[in-house]
């Protein structure tokens, strides 16, 4: 069975999953709710790594990523389970009602603190304003730099941590000019200041 027909039966498995895992920018007013997830259905016991998870409300020395897929408007949800993330999903038996959840020995997270953006916003995200329904290359460079910023205050500790601005696709245009606020924001000695080190754009 393609894994096209296979999709429906998990829908609610996924929609589950996109409440638990997405890391939501709320343009305008952030909510600072934390979760941590300790376990996700189909995996057998506890996760053996820390997911934390909820609007914006790993070892303390490794670079943080900030992963951006490419559309515009694709879920990065593909890219936790297909591409670079801790978890992958098995489809080997299509009887089962919930697929197994496997652990990623080539995970990024192994070697980095990854934050797996939704920009532009999609799936659970919401807004309070009709402003923050518009929507540009540029205004996602400003609004992800705010992400950035309000993420960082509220996990200072990773604010001397190596930053690398991640991701792949049609976030090849995104994705510098993210780097530019940054910088932007440093030179005008913005709080707090991000310790940029990098790019890393695949297919761009």
């Known amino acids: 069975m393609s894994e096209k027909t296979n999709m429906p039966k998990y829908a ?3 929609t589950r999953l996109l409440l638990l895992i997405v890391v939501v920018l709320n343009l305008s007013n952030p909510c600072f709710s934390q979760t941590i997830v300790k376990a996700l259905p189909g995996f057998p016991g506890e996760l053996p790594f820390k997911l934390e998870t909820g609007y914006v409300e790993n070892p ?4 943080l990523l900030i992963w951006i897929s490419g559309g515009p408007g694709c879920s990065t949800l593909r890219s936790f ?6 978890l992958t999903i098995e489809y080997p038996d299509t009887s089962k009602e919930i697929p197994d959840l496997h652990l990623n020995p080539y995970s990024w997270t192994k070697l980095a603190n990854v934050i797996f953006l939704d920009t532009p916003t999609s799936g659970f995200s919401y807004a309070k304003s009709p402003e923050t329904f518009r929507d540009s290359d540029t205004l996602l460079a400003k609004y992800t730099y705010q992400f950035l910023s309000k993420w960082l205050e509220k996990h200072s500790k990773f604010i001397s941590n190596p930053l690398y601005i991640t991701g792949l696709s049609y976030s090849g245009i995104t994705i510098p000019l993210i780097v530019q606020e940054i910088f932007n924001g440093n030179e005008a000695e913005n709080e707090p200041r991000m310790n940029i080190a990098g790019y ?4 761009p």
Do not use: C, L, M, S
């Open 12 to 14: 609610d498995f996924i």
């Open 60 to 63: 303390a020395n490794d670079p």
């Open 200 to 203: 890393i754009i695949g297919n």
């Open 81 to 86: 389970f297909y591409q670079i993330g801790p």
